[in-house]
């Protein structure tokens, strides 16, 4: 242990890490000041809070932090401004609110924040509406994509995803529901991309980056379900990648997450249940990784994190209860890493 926080129970319950070159940011509870923003070199003196940014009582209530060319952008709550969209330099007098977009003590509640091509898009609401925005760190390059919506409503937008220089996301319009939008640099305006499903919604959900294409899980209607498609951010550039449950039926692709340009994703196909899947971009590439738990059995995989050339996730093989998995994108290395909680019960409450 590097330094115990919050002494006793219930722990300072750190997440969200982000590592820049050798200190590590997170958010943690020290029990004194809430949850705010903390870092680590990876020594107990070294473990501090880099501020308190809610000075009342209680958190700032800080979401996922991103890295801007060093620059941590984030989401928090303090009594003046509400919730807002923060950055830090990574000290305690560079650590301010970006911009004060829903004026006074109503939250702009920036969520959905995805770093694509050096610029931070996130969804916000600035009491009109629900809209996509972008930042580049300072209040004046802090500006809104798109209205979408003409009409006070909400367009909901997010996530985001970068196909090079165009940016997708989803977000909804009452004629188009729920379909795939772009915007493109410099990120001023956007546009539906691609009606998937015509006259209904395919609601793409799970956007990630591989390389140059979005990868996304979306329903097209007809004679496919949900399945998994991928875009490099034009019309006929965006394609169903495979139809891995054969038919209307939906495979429902999930966590998608990018390892070493390879996809990885959960998905449902009758015979098999919910197992891991890869995909290379191809539709030969895009496989089963290993029938985990055997037959028609699900064996679930999710909560995919990423370390050196292996993905870790939560499983179960019929045998023992949901524990730590790992692979390499191959059947015989796909392994269980450790049954932590022996027999049928499950090893953590969570691994996401």
Known sequence: ???????????SEPHYFNRISDTTYFIANDGTHGEELWKSGGTEAGTVMVKDINSEPGSSNIGMICDIGGTLMFAATESVNATELWKSDRTEAGTSIVKDIYTGPEDF?????????????????????SKPWKSNGTAEG????????????????????????????????????????MTDGPYTGAAILMDINV???????????????????????????????KSEGTDEGTILMKDIYEGSSDSSPSYLTCCR???????????????????????????????????????????????????????????????????????????????????IQSGHESLE
């Open 109 to 129: 509640n920036p969520d959905q924040l995805t770093v694509a091509n050096g610029v931070l898009f996130f969804r916000a609401d600035d009491g009109r509406d």
């Open 261 to 343: 340009e390879t996809l990885f994703f959960m998905a449902y196909d009758l015979s098999t249940g919910c197992e891991l899947y890869k995909s290379d971009g191809t539709l030969g590439g895009t496989v089963l990784v290993k029938d985990i738990n055997e037959g028609a059995g699900d064996s679930y995989p999710f909560g995919f994190q990423i370390f050196g050339d292996h993905v870790f996730f939560g499983a179960t093989d019929g045998l023992y209860g949901y524990e730590l998995w790992k692979t390499d994108g191959t059947e015989t290395g796909t392994v269980m890493v450790k049954d932590i909680k022996p027999g």
């Open 1 to 11: 242990m590097v330094k115990d926080i919050n002494p006793g129970s219930p722990g």
């Open 199 to 229: 006259g209904g919604t395919s609601n793409p959900a799970w956007l990630e980056t591989v390389g140059s294409e979005v990868f996304f899980s979306a329903n097209s209607g007809g004679t496919v379900g949900r399945e998994l498609w």
């Open 142 to 181: 802090t500006d809104v994509v798109s209205n979408i919506e003409s009409d006070p409503g909400s367009s909901t937008p997010g996530p985001f995803a970068a196909a090079g220089s165009t940016i997708l996301f989803q977000a909804f319009t009452p004629s188009d529901m729920e379909e795939l939008w």
